[in-house]
C-alpha cells in the first residue's frame, strides 16, 4: 500500500528556515503528482504545494508564494519543501500528500501521518 513518510519538522523563529521531506513507498512515484498541505490549530487542512510528476510546473498558496520551494527527486521517491522567512503563521502539521488532479482542485489522494513545525516570534 502507499506510505508517505514526513520528515524535518521543529520548532524556529520567525524568520528562519526548515526542509520537510516527505519519503514514498508503495507507488509508481513518478506518476503522481505531489502535494504538501497543513493545518494549523482550530483551522481546516488547506494547500500550500504541489508539483507535477515529471514536469518542472509548481503551483504554491498565495500565503506561502516566494517563501516556500516545493521539489522532488523522482530517483529517490522523495518530495520536499523548502521553508524560508517562516511566519508563526506557518505553525501547523504539514502532510504530504498524493493528488488525484492536476493542476487544480488540489484532492488528495493517499496522506502521510504528518510532521509538526512550530515558528516561535
Known amino acids: 500500500q502507499v506510505q508517505l513518510v514526513e520528515s524535518g519538522g521543529g520548532l524556529v523563529q520567525a524568520g528562519g528556515s526548515l526542509r520537510l521531506s516527505c519519503a514514498a513507498s508503495g507507488l509508481s512515484f513518478s506518476m503522481y503528482a505531489m502535494g504538501w498541505f497543513r493545518q494549523a490549530p482550530g483551522k481546516e487542512r488547506e494547500f500550500v504545494a504541489s508539483?507535477?510528476?515529471?514536469?518542472?510546473?509548481?503551483y504554491y498558496a498565495d500565503s506561502v508564494k516566494g517563501r516556500f520551494t516545493i521539489s522532488r527527486d523522482n530517483a529517490k521517491n522523495t518530495v520536499d519543501l523548502q521553508m524560508n522567512s517562516l511566519k508563526p503563521e506557518d505553525t501547523a502539521v504539514y502532510y504530504c500528500?498524493?493528488?488525484?488532479?492536476?493542476?487544480?482542485?488540489?484532492?488528495?489522494?493517499?496522506w502521510g501521518q504528518g510532521t509538526q513545525v512550530t515558528v516561535s516570534t
Open positions: 508539483i507535477h510528476w515529471t514536469e518542472p510546473r509548481t
Open positions: 500528500a498524493t493528488l488525484r488532479v492536476w493542476p487544480s482542485p488540489p484532492l488528495a489522494g493517499s
